[in-house]
């Protein structure tokens, strides 16, 4: 072994002569923008997990839309489904009317309560090949998701859409459906249970209800104030007729006309769009793209009316529908609060700057950096960073790093952030003069 010193050092205070060498990772955060396109949304469904958030993606839902929800990807009861997943890239669902009863039969229990559960069925063939076999089928709407061969009814193990009672006596028998199987409630409390689960994704873009109960909509439009004001989690609900006077709820106006649905159903649609659209666009003159037959029977002056009220408007231009503007339902301004945070475009810029900033101080010097100068330095570039990248995606402009001050707060672990942006807006209005000789 050679003399001398030598490892790695803490302080330095050696006593023997050598190499005392730390290798250490770059202390490094993510000064990139988070992405967009996460919603959550309390569903009444006939199918699927209870009591919990489910995560679904886009491709989830096109793949496996039976095995999660119990209906094919073009079901018509998929349809508001469809019309959220346009803009986004995932769904935390939660079953608001979970609790019922799981259809059974002779051979099967549905792994799931509600009613779809009574449209599958079971049947008992016998093998072809070997006449001591059974092969035991799994049936929904007349499609076969299952056949297990065996010999004897513990054998089977559980599928998408049933367990088995193993203790039963397997014979030939007909297609059999599974009966019995009803659907919980979804009452307020149904609501609340969604919104305390959903308080721990801090990722969420957006949150919609699909519904015209009052209190129900004083519920999430309240939860959003909360969650945004004082937890510091991002997010704007969307809800169908509420006058909310937040610049954290959309208020949708228009009424879905198809028979037999629910007249908010174009929250699925909006709600998707508030999740999905970019940091850097506006929503304003989008098309609709959805599915639903949407009320747009407007006069110029009720259109008008709707902007000052604060609420989000599709219209008709030409054969199109279209976004009117991309506004939320703020309507009083104060000192504090302008007609600049109306605009979405500018809740989406202020979101993302929090959510981002909040990320990087948690991940990177949260109990790590010290409050000297040097941290508040670093600290101070991390913001710059973050605010020269919004700024080259055309989300903020005007922006310089004299923009941004980090000092020591008022006691040793505190820091102050003072951060002037400027939000770039998408053009809507023209003034356009002509002089003619």
Not at 172 to 182: I, N, R
């Amino acid at each position: 072994m050679a003399l001398g010193g030598g490892g790695t050092f803490l302080t330095q205070n050696k006593v023997l002569p050598g190499a005392y060498i730390n290798f250490i990772s770059v202390a490094t955060a993510s000064t990139n923008m988070s992405d967009r396109g996460y919603a959550a949304m309390g569903l009444e469904l006939d199918w699927g997990q209870e009591g919990k958030i489910f995560e679904v993606t886009n491709g989830d839902f096109q793949k496996n839309s039976m095995k999660i929800f119990g209906h094919s990807y073009g079901d018509d009861c998929m349809k508001g489904l469809r019309d959220l997943f346009k803009n986004i890239q995932t769904l935390y669902a939660y079953r608001l009317n979970g609790g019922g009863t799981k259809a059974a039969n002779t051979f099967a229990t549905a792994l799931y309560g509600g009613t779809r559960g009574n449209n599958i069925k079971i049947a008992v063939q016998a093998n072809v090949d070997d006449n001591q076999l059974f092969d035991v089928q799994t049936w929904l709407d007349g499609v076969l998701m299952d056949t297990q061969t065996v010999k004897k009814a513990s054998e089977l193990v559980a599928n998408d859409y049933v367990t088995f009672k193993t203790s039963a006596s397997l014979a030939v028998t007909a297609a059999t459906a599974l009966a019995g199987g009803t659907d919980g409630t979804a009452n307020t409390a149904a609501h609340q249970a969604f919104l305390d689960k959903v308080e721990s994704y801090p990722s969420i873009n957006a949150i919609g209800y699909v519904g015209t109960d009052t209190a129900t909509k004083g519920l999430y439009a309240a939860f959003a104030k909360r969650m945004r004001d004082e937890v510091g989690v991002k997010f704007q609900a969307v809800v169908y007729g509420q006058a909310a006077d937040y610049e954290g709820v959309i208020n949708v106006k228009n009424k879905v006309l198809d028979d037999g649905a629910n007249e908010a159903s174009l929250v699925y649609w909006v709600t998707g769009v508030a999740a999905g659209t970019a940091v850097n666009a506006s929503a304003t003159n989008k098309i609709y793209d959805g599915e639903f037959d949407i009320n747009v029977d407007y006069t110029q002056s009720q259109l008008e009316a709707a902007i000052k009220a604060g609420e989000f408007t599709l219209h008709q231009v030409g054969s199109d529908v279209r976004v009117l503007t991309d506004i939320n339902s703020l309507v009083t301004t104060t000192a504090n609060k302008g007609d600049v945070f109306k605009d979405n475009q500018t809740i989406r810029v202020c979101d993302q700057i929090a959510t981002d900033i909040a990320n990087l101080f948690v991940t990177k010097y949260l109990g790590v950096v010290p409050n000297d100068a040097s941290g508040r330095t670093s600290l101070w570039a991390d913001i710059v960073k973050h605010h020269e990248n919004m700024q080259s995606i055309r989300a903020i402009e005007n922006f310089t790093d004299e923009d941004v001050t980090v000092d020591q707060g008022e006691t040793k672990k505190s820091v102050v952030v003072t951060d002037n942006i400027t939000v770039v807006n998408t053009m809507e209005k023209l003034y356009m003069t002509v002089y003619v000789a």
